[in-house]
């Protein structure tokens, strides 16, 4: 398959963070910008020149943003499968979109507020935004996906490198992270909607009855590290941990020194971990096979 360069790149982004530096980046590589809302503000705010995604559809934004770009001319361009889908875009006047650079609502922050309302939640939930890094990761063979802004120098790099194209195997590997980016997204969607019961009340506000343990529990987990072996030597394992963990965990601790642990040293350590922290005083205690010795 031939590597086509990037010539337009859509963004669509809530975390701003490092977003100018590399939109203006992109311009340099007369890399076409297409944005929505904010990010064009943001974008214009620092000179940076970028189609407004209304004026790219030639439909405007409507419904208080919720319907932006949820739109053939987008979805057309982002999901085309280039020589396959060359005659379907010549008719219909599309251009292909070969970097999409998006994050979504703030969702999570928004429910780890006290007292949050429903009303709140329902509309930080991102429709368009996941439609958008779902359609660019499923098309990966044509067109690169960024949800991290950790990740647009690596991008930049590979511009650099591949005259102006993202190595297949770079799209693969962002692709596959954008699915477990949208995944973590709706697990915590998900996880506080079957917390409630909500019950309709005509005559006032509906009631809300809320459970600290929802009906489904959905959770994703990150790797930290393979591990020499499981449970016994002959027994594959690796050694995974909550997003984004809790602070002070065994999970996010640094090993500062010995050969990568095992299984059982996991497990020991947890051990000692929750034997130490039943005291208020300065403490040791030392495990053997899960038993404080």
Known sequence: ????????????????????????????????????????????????????????????????????????????????????????????????????????????????????????????????????????????????????????????????????TVAIETRFKLAAKAFAYTANYESHIANFLNKLDYQPNKAKKPIETRSEFPDIFTLQWQKVQDMRYGENPHQQAAFYKEIPGAPGSLANAEQTQGKPLSFNNIADADAAFNCVTSFSTPTCVIVKHANPC
Do not use: W
């Open 1 to 164: 398959m031939k590597e086509q360069p990037i010539k337009t790149a859509l963004l669509s982004t809530t975390n701003k963070s490092l977003l100018p530096e590399f939109a203006l980046k992109l311009t340099q590589k007369n890399i076409q910008l297409i944005s929505s809302g904010g990010t064009h503000k943001i974008l214009a705010d620092h000179g940076i020149k970028s189609i407004e995604v209304s004026d790219f559809t030639g439909f405007p934004e409507t419904m208080g943003g919720r319907v932006k770009t949820l739109h053939p001319k987008i979805h057309g361009g982002i999901l085309s499968r280039r020589q396959q889908d060359k005659d379907v875009m010549e008719k219909h006047d599309l251009i292909t979109i070969d970097l999409v650079v998006v994050n979504l609502y703030a969702f999570v922050e928004t429910i780890s507020k006290t007292n949050v309302e429903l009303t709140d939640a329902i509309e930080n939930i991102d429709i368009g935004g996941p439609t958008l890094i779902r359609a660019a990761a499923k098309n990966f063979n044509h067109v690169c996906v960024i949800v991290d802004p950790n990740d647009y120098a690596m991008v930049l790099s590979d511009l650099d490198e591949h005259n102006g």
